[in-house]
């Protein structure tokens, strides 16, 4: 992780209401430029999310992350998939719409913008799930405290994705 550029950095977390439209609208595109979500009602997703993050360097937009409140029908597919034993209310948080710009990538920040996310939830508010193929996404997990849960699944944009959980 480079600690020096990320002091060189702005990092925000707010609850979507707060924000402006315009940063709705770039949490927005820089979602779509991960490529990995259903584009239809997108926008709606990402308003109704508990935290946005935003990391901006030199004012330029560069990485984000969210805590989002699930589409029920969702979880109970992930549900399915993995093979848990959960009740689809048990699931009540997921860490997503992770996304940092080509450029910027190895520099810690969406490590930095998911431990700040987190730091805001409170522990009594449920469950906290990921679900990710990506190796370092899932050592971020693991580090803080999430525990891989049921078995790995092939979706749509990736292969061997696994469920993550907090209490």
Avoid: W
Avoid at 18 to 44: P, Q, R
């Amino acid at each position: 992780m480079n600690s020096k550029f990320l002091a060189q950095c702005k990092i925000e977390v707010k609850e979507p209401v707060t924000c402006s439209m315009k940063e709705i609208s770039n949490f927005h595109e820089a979602v779509k430029k991960g490529g990995k979500v259903k584009l239809a009602g997108l926008e709606d997703r990402i308003k109704n999310c508990r935290l946005l993050a935003f990391c901006y360097h030199n004012n330029s937009l560069v990485g984000i992350s969210s805590i989002k409140i699930p589409n029920r029908n969702y979880v109970a597919e992930i549900i399915k998939k993995t093979g848990i034993e959960r009740k689809v209310e048990d699931l009540a948080f997921e860490i997503g719409y992770s996304f940092t710009e080509p450029d910027y990538r190895r520099n810690g920040i969406s490590k930095e913008l998911k431990k700040q996310l987190l730091s805001q939830m409170q522990p009594h508010e449920g469950t906290i799930f990921s679900t990710t193929a990506i190796r370092s996404s899932q050592n971020f997990l693991e580090e803080n405290g999430f525990k891989k849960v049921g078995k790995s699944y092939d979706g749509e944009n990736d292969k061997g994705i696994a469920y993550y959980e907090r209490t």
